[in-house]
């Protein structure tokens, strides 16, 4: 291979990469914030928030949406049902499967959970600027969806 070609590529302008820094940076900022203040970990805060979503689902299915280990999901949710904030259920249609639900204390956390998340979008849009809105779209196309 060509040295001058390696040298040619700039990972700093790489869109993967920026990306993903950026999301990390954003991910760990927000972590931050409930780990403190809730005591709780990213993924049990996207078990809560899918869970606030759906009503009952599996593990399987909020791995499906929120693009998590199963196994990290499922650490999670025992994490969150020790703490009172889920329960687990057999699937009644399918008995080897788990459904998880927010308890009442689970549905409080989130009542709790939810201003801060706004508080945090509010700061992230005003640091974007006028450009909020177009890397708003933008995100929704690159993750495959219809951003209309």
């Known amino acids: 291979m060509d040295g001058a070609?390696?040298?040619?590529?700039?990972?700093?302008?790489?869109?993967?990469?920026?990306?993903?820094?950026a999301a990390n940076h954003v991910g760990r900022e927000f972590a931050e914030r409930y780990r403190r203040?809730?005591?709780?970990?990213?993924?049990?805060?996207?078990?809560?928030?899918?869970?606030s979503q759906t009503g009952?689902?599996?593990?399987?299915e909020i791995n499906a949406a929120v693009d998590m280990d199963k196994s990290k999901i499922?650490?999670?949710?025992?994490?969150l049902q020790a703490a009172g904030h889920i329960t687990k259920q057999e699937n009644p249609r399918d008995r080897r499967l788990v459904?998880?639900?927010?308890?009442?204390?689970?549905?409080?956390?989130?009542?709790?959970?939810?201003p801060v998340a706004r508080e945090y979008q509010a700061?992230?849009?005003?640091?974007?600027?006028p450009d909020a809105q177009g890397v708003a779209d933008a995100l929704v196309r690159l993750a495959g969806q219809d951003a209309t």
Do not use: K, M, N
């Not at 009952?56 to 399987?60: E, L, N, Q, T």
């Not at 998880?100 to 939810?114: M, P, V, Y």
């Not at 700061?123 to 600027?129: D, H, I």
């Open 5 to 21: 070609t390696v040298d040619a590529f700039d990972l700093d302008e790489f869109l993967p990469y920026r990306l993903c820094v």
């Open 123 to 129: 700061e992230l849009t005003a640091r974007l600027g």
């Open 56 to 60: 009952p689902v599996s593990v399987r």
């Open 99 to 114: 459904e998880l639900s927010l308890t009442a204390t689970g549905q409080d956390l989130l009542t709790r959970l939810i």
């Open 74 to 79: 499922s650490r999670a949710a025992a994490r």
């Open 37 to 51: 203040e809730f005591g709780i970990s990213i993924a049990e805060w996207r078990v809560l928030a899918h869970l």
